[in-house]
């Protein structure tokens, strides 16, 4: 699918919460029984979106005044950490995710992070390769409470 026109991207607002969930749960539905563990994003409400609100900056991607797509910019210690990244699977493919994370690099370098990390599942080979494509670099391999195999892959782009 050919890239379109590109997405409007903001902050989401408190009285968003509830359309960012609906948002996950459409993106990550796909996953449901797929992953071992199941994937957290499925368990998102209204309020711990406004809780990540409150802690961070979470951003919309809007095409035609429709939320697309969104992802959650959260400053840490030594990193900045994006996570939900999520697209509605009607716009996949027509670079929401890209803008996305473009906008979530401005961000953390707002928050004074020179590092932006991501979590990906290792099972999602396609996910690890758009951010590789994106200029992150794979890490640590992580185990999720309770597993003794590693699940998941920190991935990480220095921001210059």
């Known amino acids: 699918m050919p890239e379109s026109k590109p997405p409007e991207i903001r902050p989401a607002r ?13 993106a990550f539905g796909q996953y449901r ?3 071992q563990p199941d994937s957290s994003a499925l368990s998102e409400t209204a309020e711990s979106i406004r809780s990540l609100m409150a802690s961070g900056t979470i951003l919309v991607a809007l095409q035609d005044g429709r939320m697309v797509g969104c992802v959650s910019v959260q400053r840490k210690p030594e ?47 396609e996910n690890r390769a758009f951010f590789q494509s994106l200029g992150f670099a794979e890490g640590v391999w992580r185990c999720h409470p309770g597993f003794a195999h590693p699940t998941y892959v920190e991935l990480e782009k220095i921001l210059v």
């Open 14 to 26: 408190a009285e968003e919460a509830e359309a960012v969930v609906t948002l996950i749960h459409r």
């Open 79 to 125: 990193f900045a950490y994006a996570g939900r990244l999520a697209v509605d699977p009607s716009a996949r493919g027509t670079g929401v995710g890209r803008a996305l994370m473009g906008n979530a690099e401005s961000v953390a370098r707002q928050m004074g992070a020179r590092r932006l990390r991501v979590d990906v599942r290792l099972a999602l080979a």
């Open 33 to 35: 029984g797929q992953l």
